[in-house]
């Protein structure tokens, strides 16, 4: 067993767990404003840009601890029942979005899924009675992507949305 501390913030889209000895600390709930498409990549909302960089250091990393993990719920990943987890070892890009630079069909966030965790959420949420199943096949839509490209660049932590 292990002590676990969690704390809720106003800020909610993403949910991240870090084991550190006996100890697990679960770090905050958080929404983040990924801001209009791609737009914060391409410099032009800079506001939004700091706003998610605040987040990070302010609520998610005031230790310099990195998650082991996220989970993301994104706006941008809605679907008919049953809910759809996105449950690849390596999920491709979704560019969900039109009319913007050629370049900003090129990006990539590289970071690796995790079929673990993500059967985990699934398992969690049919035990409460929310239907739901792994979709290997849908990638990080804007709403993942935008974001991470810009609180972890690295693109090292494994994602689930």
Known sequence: SCTQTHNNHHHNNSAKTQKRSNVCMKL??????HGGGPLPLLGKQPDIVQHMKDILTHHLSPTNERPKSIIVISAHWETSLPIQITSSPHPTMYYDYNGFPAETYQYKYNAPGSPKLASKVQHLLQNNGIDCELNETRGYDHG????????YPEANIPIVC
């Open 28 to 33: 905050p709930t958080i929404f983040v404003n």
């Open 144 to 151: 993942v992507f935008v974001p991470l490209m810009i609180m």
